[in-house]
């Protein structure tokens, strides 16, 4: 059975779905998503197959007399490949192979295959094979239990069958060959990451002035888009998952003279692999070092407050949890249930209702962030030395200047000013800086 994981590649291979749900867990989802998953990757989707079950089978997971009937619809819809909605154990993936006759994928492994169809930055292209090879190493021992069947040494005697003295080496030594491999590997692409990363840092570093913003939210919910609406980036959107794996940063200009740096992000799903959320965290970075992050939602998907939690709960893994996000309502001008929306904004009553499509309701968004960029005005009396043109040439790009008074070298300017950008104020070293007011006096 070892040639059927030749390839964990998809495309064009005619595929069953399989989605085995818990009776503890509710409702399956119908394996929408897994459908528009497969389809991302290049599959033909010919039947779907659902299970409910009471405790997972641990060698077959959906339990044997399922994996016989699912061994049926292989032969009936002649597919090539059977693609589960679950996170299945290498014996799993063995045993089934053995019934059904053709190469099992799970989730993860289907979600790496597109990853790296998806990836064409050096850095992402390594992010995709670090996250390959971390999920590859604990299966590895599967990969080479074909060698079982290989005698040792001592050739077919009793003696030298697999599993008797000096015919154990065969099979152990590959495989300890094959991860000390991995291991080297994954040791080099770490540091080739690492190298980016400090790259990536520097880079971060030299925006410590500007206000930041992260573009987030699940897959295909329109996050390009919103980067083109706001900034007229001129980026490729796709109508496909994960259309996007690079960070994307421009300059958005939002009011009075006032810049932000607005990035995108990789999207999410449900149940995203642990593996690509380590490796990804060097792109993700810049929702980590945000100012706000921007989840966009789409709340035309009927599966919207499931992706909203997916969101929340890869934010909060990469430590984003307590950062300060506005949720965006995207796609209102398709919703078809005028109540789903309400009911959507009373649950979220400070989320800003958009079509990146159309540009409704960008304005309004455009509004808000300012005033999280401001975080409440203050007024300010700056004095500094009139060589020292960061400080003026700062507060006229992003406060408001009320007064200038030069006097023997200093120049003493009274402006208005958002809280959130006092600390890079302060940065630039002014010779005295007094809160006259604030937004709240």
Known sequence: MEKLRETLRVKKERAILVGAILHTKGDSDDLVELTALAESAGAIVVDRFQQKIHTINPTTYIGKGKAEQLAGRVKRFKADVVIFDNDLLPRQIRELEEIVGVKILDRS?????????????????????????????????????????????????????????????????????????????????????????????????????????????????????????????????????????????????????????????????????????????????????????????????????????????????????????????????????????????TLFPDAVCISALTGLGIEKLTETVLEKYKGGELLLRVTSSQSNGKVQSFLRANGRILKEQYHDGSVLIDTKLGRNQLTALKRLHPDSLEILSTQDD
């Open 109 to 345: 492994e289907l979600i790496l295959d597109i990853f790296a169809t998806r990836a064409k930055t050096k850095q992402a292209q390594l992010q995709v094979a670090l996250a390959q090879l971390e999920y590859t190493y604990p299966r590895l021992a599967r990969m080479w239990e074909h060698l079982d069947s290989v005698a040792g040494a001592g050739g077919g005697s009793t003696a030298g069958m697999v599993g008797g003295i000096g015919t154990r080496g065969t099979g152990e030594q590959q495989l300890e060959i094959d991860r000390r491999l991995v291991n080297k590997r994954i040791t080099e692409l770490k540091l080739q990451l690492a190298n980016i990363d400090k790259r990536r840092i520097r880079e971060i570093d030299n925006r410590k002035n500007m206000f930041k913003i992260g573009i987030v939210g699940y897959t295909n919910a329109g996050k390009s888009t919103v980067l083109n609406a706001l900034t007229d980036a001129g980026v490729l959107v796709e109508d496909r998952l994960f259309a996007t794996l690079d960070t994307r940063t421009r300059k958005w200009t939002l009011a009075g003279g006032a810049e932000a740096l607005l990035s995108d992000t990789v999207g999410f799903v449900k149940n995203l692999p642990h593996q690509l959320v380590a490796s990804f965290k060097a792109t993700l970075e810049e929702a980590i070092n945000a100012d706000l992050l921007l989840h966009i939602v789409d709340v035309s998907n009927s599966e919207v407050l499931k992706q909203i939690e997916s969101v929340n709960n890869v934010l909060a893994e990469i430590g984003c949890g307590e950062k300060p996000i506005l949720m965006v309502f995207n796609k209102v001008d398709i919703v078809k249930k005028i109540g789903e929306l309400d009911m959507l904004q």
